[in-house]
């Protein structure tokens, strides 16, 4: 059965809190995980690719930063970082390491559910994403949910940076994409060293699409431009 709404990750120690919490995303119509620690926040991360995250800074066995850190090495899952630190060096200091948005404990309910409807409109899955949604391209295929690539119904092993240069391309197919576009779209920042990750990268991609040197077929590269996914969006 498939699953439509959006997961949440409720990363918090205190458990009354948690559950408040728990119980205001499910009224709201989400999907909520619970992680205590910060070592299960990144277990639970992995293993269900929530579409956002609330991160308490105060965790039992790590500050709630290393959470945020680790997660924007891979990707832009929005993450709203909910804390009793009031003072605004930790707010920039979480906001420049790629927080989303910054709530300071005690909030409304009312509040925080306009701030993760904000931040996933904003910064969430795109059109193309949303739970449940494919692409099709060809006799290539990507599931968003199960963060999935088929070509001709065989697996496409892709590592999670792989999967996701194809998933933004996917998202703007059809159009070139700068290499600093994608750099933002995939990593949330865009300097000298992004370009040559995102050759190698994707030469790894076109590797695995089976696609030979020199031949554009699914993904078009322009020299010292960018890439764009051929086509038009196909549902
Ligand atoms: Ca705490």
């Not at 009354?16 to 009224?27: D, I, P, Q």
């Not at 605004?88 to 300071?104: I, Q």
């Not at 750099?183 to 991609?205: H, P, S």
Request: aromatic share 8%; with cysteine; hydrophobic share 40%.
């Amino acid at each position: 059965m498939t699953n439509n709404r959006y997961k949440i990750l409720v990363i918090e120690d205190e458990e009354n809190l948690a559950a408040v919490l728990s119980t205001l995303l499910e009224g709201a119509g989400y999907q909520p995980i619970r992680a205590g620690t910060c070592a299960l926040a990144l277990t639970l991360y992995a293993s269900h690719r929530p579409d956002l995250a609330l991160l308490d800074l105060g965790l039992p066995d790590a500050d709630g930063m290393r959470f945020l850190r680790e997660v924007r090495r891979e990707n832009r899952t929005p993450v709203i970082v909910l804390s009793a630190r009031a003072n605004e060096r930790d707010k920039v200091e979480a906001l420049d390491a790629g927080a989303n948005d910054y709530v300071t404990k005690p909030f409304s309910s009312a509040e925080l559910l306009a701030r993760i409807r904000s931040a996933l409109r904003t910064f969430g899955p795109q059109e193309g994403r949303k739970p449940g949604a494919k692409f099709v391209l060809g006799d290539l295929r990507i599931d968003y949910e199960a963060r999935r690539v088929c070509i001709r119904s065989q697996d496409v092993r892709l590592t999670q940076t792989e999967y996701n240069i194809v998933a933004f391309l996917s998202e703007h197919c059809g159009k070139m994409m700068t290499y600093s576009a994608i750099a933002k779209g995939v990593w949330g920042y865009f300097d000298e060293g992004c370009v040559k990750r995102l050759q190698v990268n994707m030469a790894n991609i076109r590797r695995k699409f089976g696609v030979r040197l020199g031949e554009n077929r699914y993904i078009a590269n322009e020299l010292g431009v960018g890439y764009r996914m051929n086509g038009e969006r196909d549902e």
